[in-house]
């Protein structure tokens, strides 16, 4: 009986605690809403040239819903040639070294809306694998791969919703190697082109959403058991990190790669690095993890979600981690992390996306 009087007052406490904890949060976030709301600033993008110490606004000319609606996951591309956003119903461009950032938005007559850099110029496309092209320097943009669909159902004849409904394949990612080799993820499918999409091969089957990258001539690959990689340009591929979980991204960094990883029993997100070119891998990050107590209050359902890990990207010597709460930076690969100072968005998450020195960060809203 004693022990049981002693176990009550001790369970309540704890869930005193937690609901305390969820109500901070929960003002907090409402704090934070009303601090956008009020403000002029559109909130929708911010960069940072000093590693994150300081942000800058630079969303003028973007649609005023966006700050409602938010940006689509992987939707930024930053390089020499300016900024390209992937937002709503359109894209918009903000030409590179640009004072005070003016976004306009791209016109084409079609409906493709994804983005995707390439050897020669931005590629945008739909789910049907309707594509186009803006070559560097130019304003135009036009059709490219416009055999694709045709030879991609006569490689794979397997019958789909997007088979039965369009004779097509679904299209849901594209990526270009510096050598001008052209990866289409289509239905699952991984296609290969080596002369400028005249001609396609299958080269691998049962990829989701597969999303590539390239560095020392070595490809990576996000797949539905963990990340794949490949040495002979992209025609054949091994399973190199498996822990259970679905490769979520795979970014390049100095020596290797570095990759984050769903497990799918405790159902967070992990980072793991490679230094030998995608041979082996460790996980690092370990204090970037969720606490057991925020994982429990998602299970029983006092929190929508836990601290998750968004996206991972390196900037000189720094890895750069957008985690659901914040930023976080690390200067030893991994060992330690540190919390940089955020910019002032109305919802938690953070994508990131680094060209040179200077670090983007977009509204974790959207797919």
């Keep these: 009986m004693k022990k049981l009087f002693v176990f009550i007052p001790a369970t309540l406490v704890v869930l005193f605690l937690l609901n305390s904890f969820v109500l901070k949060e929960k003002e907090a976030k409402k704090k934070s809403i009303k601090e956008v ?31 409602r609606e938010g940006v689509w996951r992987d939707g930024l591309i930053a390089n020499d040639h300016g900024l390209y956003l992937r937002a709503g119903n359109g894209v918009y461009h903000s030409e590179p070294n640009s004072t005070n950032t003016f976004w306009t938005k791209e016109v084409f ?20 694998g309707q ?40 299209v849901t ?5 510096a050598g001008g ?4 993820n289509a239905s699952n499918i991984l296609f290969r082109s080596t002369d400028n999409g005249k001609t396609w091969k299958k080269v691998h089957t049962g990829g989701v959403a597969m999303k590539l990258t390239e560095s020392n001539g070595v490809l990576m690959a996000t797949y539905k058991d963990g990340i794949l990689r490949s040495t002979d340009d992209g025609q ?26 769903n497990n799918t029993v405790t159902k967070t997100n992990t980072i793991h690095i490679s230094i030998d070119n995608g041979k082996t891998w460790n996980a690092i990050g370990e204090e970037l993890q969720p606490s057991w107590t925020s994982l429990f209050m998602k299970k029983v359902g006092l929190i929508k979600s836990s601290s998750d890990i968004l996206s ?19 200067s030893d690969m991994g060992k330690t992390w540190q919390q940089l100072p955020v910019p002032p968005i109305g919802n938690f998450g953070f994508n990131l996306s680094v060209s ?3 670090i983007y960060v977009i509204p974790n809203k959207g797919c």
Aim: positive net charge; contains cysteine; glycine residues 10%.
């Design 37 to 67: 709301k009020s403000s002029e600033i559109a909130n929708i993008i911010f960069k940072s040239t000093d590693g994150g110490q300081t942000w800058q606004d630079i969303s003028k000319g973007l649609p005023e819903k966006l700050q």
């Design 109 to 128: 007559s079609g409906k493709q809306r994804n983005i995707t850099p390439g050897k020669n110029g931005i590629f945008a496309y739909d789910f049907r």
């Design 131 to 170: 594509f186009l092209q803006k070559i560097n320097g130019t304003n135009d943009w036009s059709p490219i791969y416009t055999n694709f669909q045709e030879q991609a159902i006569r490689l794979d004849k397997t019958k789909d919703w997007m088979y039965n409904n369009y004779k097509e394949r679904q």
């Design 173 to 177: 990612n594209v990526f270009e190697t």
């Design 181 to 184: 080799t052209v990866f289409i």
């Design 236 to 261: 054949n591929w091994d399973l190199v990190l498996n822990e259970g979980g679905v490769g979520m991204a795979v970014e390049r960094i100095d020596g290797g790669f570095a990759a984050i990883v």
């Design 312 to 330: 991972i990207k390196q900037m000189g010597k720094y890895l750069i981690c957008g985690r659901t709460n914040g930023l976080f930076c690390s």
């Design 356 to 358: 040179d020195n200077v």
